[in-house]
């Protein structure tokens, strides 16, 4: 019965994002309690206080990029447009183009950036989200880049992971910047860039 249940779940997950989600049903397969165990993990990516949308998601897609640039990233970017998060400042945070980005999102981003490479940087960042948006505003972006990494974690170690793909962002499809060593990733861009 609970396999059922889950399997339901997973496949109105799946119509709902248009999603492949076998990785889970394989875990359900497997043992149910373990979907269970990784369910209390996913709450974390619920987890969203006294930080802006945008600059929210803009963690999460940052942190799902630097693990996959193919289905988890547009399954990323899909609940960030049904949210209401503008294509636009989607478009600029694929594309790591921290001057088309707000303020606030380019803050998350290049934060994110930072904390992922375990850059200097990191710290005069974090202090500026302290200044910007409190304790709580730094725990939901830690929270953001967790969760989003470990959905492409998991699907790699299981075998599910897809090799890079672009990414359709407001009817637009575009490339995923995928920087592995960090170079060139974490300063503004320019508008001569």
Not at 152 to 165: F, I, M, Q, S
Request: net charge positive; with cysteine.
């Amino acid at each position: 019965m609970l396999k059922w249940f889950l399997r339901r779940q997973v496949a109105a997950f799946e119509r709902t994002w248009n999603y492949d989600a076998s990785y889970v049903r394989e875990i359900i397969d497997v043992d149910p309690r373990a979907m269970m165990a990784f369910g209390k993990v996913q709450g974390l990516g619920r987890y969203r206080k006294d930080v802006p949308l945008a600059a929210y998601c803009a963690a999460g897609l940052i942190a799902v990029m630097a693990e996959d640039c193919g289905p988890c990233t547009q399954l990323g970017i899909d609940m960030a447009q049904r949210q209401g998060v503008d294509p636009a400042i989607l478009r600029a945070i694929v594309a790591r183009d921290y001057v088309a980005m707000p303020e606030d999102v380019a803050l998350a981003a290049r934060f994110t950036e930072a904390s992922l490479h375990h850059a200097p940087e990191a710290d005069d960042l974090r202090e500026e989200i302290l200044l910007r948006w409190g304790k709580r505003g730094l725990i939901s972006l830690a929270f953001a880049m967790l969760s989003a990494r470990t959905y492409p974690t998991l699907k790699y170690a299981l075998g599910h992971g897809r090799a890079c793909t672009r990414v359709v962002i407001g009817g637009e499809t575009r490339p995923v910047l995928r920087d592995l060593t960090g170079a060139n990733t974490i300063r503004t861009k320019t508008a001569a860039a």
